[in-house]
C-alpha cells in the first residue's frame, strides 16, 4: 500500500484508540479518532474516510446506532464499515450485517497483527467492489 487510506476510528476507549491509531498507521493509514458516536458521525460527513472502524458497545450511542445513521446518510452510505466487537457479540453479528457491516474484528485485539488485519480485509473489500 504505497498511499495513505484514510480510516476513522470511533472507539469510546482511549487507551484503545491510541492503540488503534498507531498499529494502522504502520500499514499506510491517515487515523482520524473519534471517542464516541455522534462525534464519529460528524467526523464522517467532514472527513468522509475511506474505511470506518466502530466499537460496538459504547455509551450515548452503541455502534449498531451509529452504523444505522451512517448507512441511511447519502454522503456516509457508501463507506465500508468493519464493526470491533468481542467474542460475546459474535452471536449478534448477523444484527450488524443485516444494518450494513462489511466486516468485523474481534477483541480483544491483537495489536502485534492488528494493522495487518485491517490492510488484508481492506484490499480484500476493495478487490471485490472495486472501490479503491
Same mark, same amino acid.
Given at each position: 500500500m504505497?498511499?495513505?487510506?484514510?480510516v476513522?476510528?470511533?472507539?469510546?476507549d482511549?487507551l484503545?484508540?491510541?492503540? #488503534?491509531?498507531? !498499529?494502522?498507521? #504502520?500499514y499506510?493509514?491517515e487515523?482520524?479518532? !473519534?471517542?464516541?458516536?455522534?462525534?464519529? #458521525?460528524?467526523? !464522517?460527513q467532514?472527513?468522509t474516510?475511506?474505511?470506518?472502524? #466502530?466499537?460496538?458497545?459504547?455509551?450515548e450511542m452503541d455502534?449498531?446506532e451509529?452504523?444505522?445513521?451512517?448507512?441511511?446518510?447519502?454522503?456516509?452510505k457508501h463507506?465500508?464499515?468493519?464493526?470491533?466487537t468481542d467474542k460475546?457479540m459474535?452471536g449478534n453479528?448477523?444484527?450488524?450485517?443485516e444494518?450494513?457491516?462489511?466486516?468485523y474484528?474481534?477483541k480483544?485485539l491483537?495489536? !502485534?497483527?492488528?494493522g495487518?488485519?485491517?490492510r488484508?480485509?481492506?484490499?480484500?473489500?476493495?478487490n471485490?467492489?472495486?472501490v479503491r
Amino acid at each position: 500500500m504505497s498511499k495513505w487510506i484514510p480510516v476513522l476510528v470511533i472507539e469510546d476507549d482511549e487507551l484503545v484508540r491510541i492503540e #488503534l491509531k498507531l !498499529a494502522l498507521q #504502520l500499514y499506510g493509514f491517515e487515523v482520524y479518532l !473519534a471517542k464516541d458516536g455522534p462525534t464519529g #458521525l460528524k467526523l !464522517a460527513q467532514k472527513k468522509t474516510p475511506a474505511l470506518i472502524l #466502530l466499537d460496538w458497545m459504547m455509551p450515548e450511542m452503541d455502534g449498531l446506532e451509529v452504523l444505522s445513521e451512517l448507512k441511511h446518510n447519502k454522503n456516509t452510505k457508501h463507506i465500508p464499515v468493519f464493526m470491533l466487537t468481542d467474542k460475546g457479540m459474535i452471536g449478534n453479528v448477523n444484527d450488524a450485517f443485516e444494518t450494513g457491516i462489511d466486516d468485523y474484528i474481534i477483541k480483544p485485539l491483537d495489536l !502485534a497483527n492488528l494493522g495487518k488485519s485491517v490492510r488484508d480485509k481492506w484490499e480484500k473489500y476493495t478487490n471485490l467492489t472495486n472501490v479503491r
